[in-house]
């Protein structure tokens, strides 16, 4: 029943689950052992006849109070209850029952199986046993007391000593299988976690890879765009900050995820000032600032303020989407011109990027290249949302990125058009 459990919590969940169990089957014999005598007392006259019902009250009691909340102050409360109640249950069943001569009884059996089923309180199986064979001893004496204050002769009866035998049966394959079932435990555990450490990985490569491609060809476009001699001071500056941020993500993607993590929180530029306006401190907004920077006139327009608004990792990955296709407006659209804009709908943001350009065929393989594939797709579905491109040849290019303003959906669920 722990299969699926981690090994820490398997053996107070066994424990538990067996306690609990052995308590509502005592209950279960206290309501049989209610059922019996009262069937036998119906029609009688004698009202004293009747208490042999109510001493099965107060051990009911207690093990519901049990079934509630296992402790050791109340499972010694209910087992010396419970003995004193055996002992008066066993006279007065002699006393108004004459025809009963010995103890080998099924109706005296039931309130002894419901003590040695009081299930304890330990979380192992050793301490089950210890409490179950405490109930049964102490009940046995009990009957053996009832049994000579009556003048009755005390026979064991198998139905008691084989539920004693079966509980610890069951509790005593439970703690030698129970190694057994730890190592299998681990190994699926073990790798069930080198899976998923698996698909972090290739999650991190993917997202480094669309990281030094955009950087690298953002870069390249800026350095050939650039007029002779020594670069400007600001675009040099930029592709320092750039390289910088790249070599702290690819390393840390080698080193892990938590490294990864630790990585990507400076962005492209470097860390994010305290206090700064999110807006200007954004991926998106430094796409089009680069962008500018190579001559493209970039306009910007629609609701920024739901923008800023998204989870620091979904503005991220759309800031990053939106630089590949700015990147690919002043390399292949051939327009001086594009427009970014931000509508915000139903638990979702939409941002659309417009050229005039030359456009390409959707379907053909332009439309598979690297850039759009992983800085784009592939990035976006990653944060829960999805990608829509039309474009025509000699009309221009429009690329819809829509992801979601709530809690973010599940990697991959929001897949790319």
């Not at 907004?285 to 800023?308: C, M, N, P, Q, Y």
């Not at 065929?361 to 829509?388: C, F, K, M, Y």
């Amino acid at each position: 029943m722990s299969l699926g459990l981690p090994s820490h919590l398997a053996r107070p969940a066994n424990s538990r689950a067996l306690a609990a169990a052995a308590r509502w089957a005592g209950l279960v014999c206290l309501a049989a052992a209610a059922v019996n005598v009262a069937t036998t007392l119906v029609g009688s006259d004698r009202p004293s006849s009747w208490i042999t019902l109510l001493v099965l009250v107060p051990m009911a009691g207690l093990l519901l109070l049990l079934a509630r909340g296992r402790t050791a102050a109340l499972t010694v409360a209910y087992l010396l209850v419970g003995a004193v109640c055996t002992y008066l249950y066993v006279v007065t069943l002699f006393t108004s029952t004459p025809a009963y001569r010995d103890t080998n009884l099924f109706v005296v059996a039931l309130p002894v199986v419901a003590m040695t089923l009081v299930g304890g309180t330990g979380t192992g199986a050793l301490a089950g046993i210890l409490w179950a064979t405490l109930g049964f001893a102490l009940a046995e004496a009990a009957v053996i007391l009832g049994a000579a204050t009556t003048d009755r002769i005390y026979v064991p009866d198998a139905i008691s000593l084989g539920a004693y035998l079966l509980l610890v049966g069951i509790l005593a394959y439970d703690g030698l299988t129970r190694g057994t079932r730890s190592r299998a435990q681990t190994t699926l555990h073990r790798a069930v976690r080198d899976a998923r450490l698996v698909d972090l990985r290739r999650e991190i490569l993917a997202e480094a890879t669309a990281d030094l491609h955009d950087t690298v060809l953002s870069e390249l476009i800026a350095v050939a765009g650039a007029r002779p001699g020594p670069l400007d001071a600001r675009l040099t500056k930029r592709i320092e900050a750039d390289l910088h941020g790249l070599g702290t993500r690819v390393s840390g993607a080698e080193a892990g995820p938590g490294a990864v993590a630790a990585g990507t929180d400076q962005g492209t530029t470097g860390a994010a000032v305290p206090g700064a306006d999110p807006w200007y401190d954004s991926e998106l907004h430094r796409a089009i600032e680069d962008a500018r920077d190579e001559g493209l006139t970039v306009d910007i327009s629609g609701d920024r303020a739901s923008f800023v608004r998204l989870d620091e990792d979904v503005r991220r990955a759309v800031g990053l989407a939106v630089r590949q296709c700015l990147v690919n407006v002043v390399r292949h659209s051939g327009s001086p011109t594009a427009e970014v804009a931000l509508s915000a709908g139903s638990g979702s943001l939409s941002v659309m990027v417009v050229d005039g350009g030359s456009g390409f065929p959707v379907t053909g393989p332009t439309a598979d290249r690297l850039g759009l594939r992983q800085s784009v797709h592939e990035r976006i579905a990653r944060v829960g949302g999805t990608v829509d491109i039309y474009s025509t040849t000699d009309v221009g290019t429009t690329v819809i990125l829509t992801v979601p303003t709530g809690p973010r959906a599940a990697a991959g669920e929001g897949g790319a058009a």
